[in-house]
């Protein structure tokens, strides 16, 4: 892959380490290599970006259908893939309006792909940092593009985990729920550590420093603190895989091959 300017091959990113895992090309030497010393503590790990990517496609045709939602912001995009929420959505309800919120330049450099919306919808695309929530929420284009008088679902796919907990991460979605009103709604994706042992934790917490991506497991009571006062929808907290799956439980990967945690909530 060319060098953009302003980009730094050196510095391994999720982003591109998730398009290496979906398959993508759209990554470096130096994210491949991040990827083999994850993938050697947890050697599933791109079965489960394959499963959270899967996931993400029923959740956001459940809620732009059954759901009635028609606003989406989906901050940690990822690279531009197959299926992206606008295209999922507004395949359901053209006038269906995304805000797309990442922090890594590379994924800026490849927004237009994000920028294709149907004429009766709208999408934007806002280059900023979960970390500084309210910065994304005081943001025109947001303005421009959502109601935010009107429910919205928060999108924090497999995105919560690259959120140590020096950044305040239940504060960070507090922040951002505040902002929403009734009827909106939070799905969340995250890689939990249930399924390992303590010597597997210990070997996957060096392996992430090691990968260069500061990175924070989460038990499911860790990730179920973040739906604190909010309605969890059936099924509740589950594994991806077992998220109104569409396939017989026979052809699915197990949940520990997996180890990723989702959950849909709506705002009271
Ligand atoms: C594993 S990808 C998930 C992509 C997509 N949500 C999905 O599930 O298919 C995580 C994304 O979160 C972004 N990300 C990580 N930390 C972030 C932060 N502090 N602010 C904004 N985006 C962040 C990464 O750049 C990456 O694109």
Redesign the pocket.
């Known amino acids: 892959m060319e060098v953009p300017p302003g980009i730094d091959p050196t510095k391994a990113?999720?982003?591109r380490r998730?398009n290496y895992w979906l398959g993508g090309k759209d990554n470096f030497a130096v994210d491949r290599e991040s990827a083999g010393v994850v993938a050697s503590a947890f050697p599933t790990v791109a079965l489960s970006a394959r499963e959270?990517?899967a996931f993400?496609k029923r959740v956001v045709t459940y809620l732009a259908g059954e759901a009635g939602i028609r606003q989406f912001l989906?901050?940690?995009?990822?690279?531009p893939?197959a299926g992206n929420v606008h295209e999922v959505a507004q395949s359901i309800e053209p006038t269906s309006r995304i805000v797309y919120?990442?922090?890594?330049p590379v994924?800026l450099v490849h927004a237009r792909a994000l920028l294709t919306s149907e004429p009766a919808g709208r999408t934007a695309y806002i280059q900023?940092?979960?970390?500084d929530p309210d910065k994304i929420l005081a943001d025109a284009e947001l303005a421009r593009t959502l109601d935010m008088s009107r429910p919205v679902a928060l999108?924090l796919?497999?995105?919560m985990h690259?959120?140590t907990d020096d950044h305040d991460p239940y504060d960070i979605v507090a922040r951002l729920l505040a902002a929403l009103p009734s009827g909106s709604h939070l799905v969340m994706?995250h890689a939990t550590k249930d399924h390992l042992t303590a010597e597997e934790y210990a070997y996957s917490v060096e392996a992430n420093e090691r990968s260069g991506v500061p990175f924070r497991l989460r038990s499911r009571d860790e990730f179920t603190r973040f739906f604190d006062g909010l309605e969890l929808l059936p099924p509740g907290v589950t594994s991806v895989v077992e998220w109104r799956p569409e396939v017989p439980e026979e052809e699915r990967p197990s949940v520990e091959d997996v180890s990723m945690l989702c959950a849909v909530a709506r705002v009271p």
């Not at 989906?74 to 690279?79: K, P, V, Y």
């Not at 919120?101 to 890594?104: L, W």
């Not at 900023?128 to 970390?131: E, F, G, H, I, Y």
């Open positions: 990113h999720p982003s998730y959270n990517r993400l989906d901050i940690g995009t990822g690279l893939s919120v990442d922090n890594d994924v900023a940092d979960l970390r999108m796919v497999a995105t690259f959120i994706t």
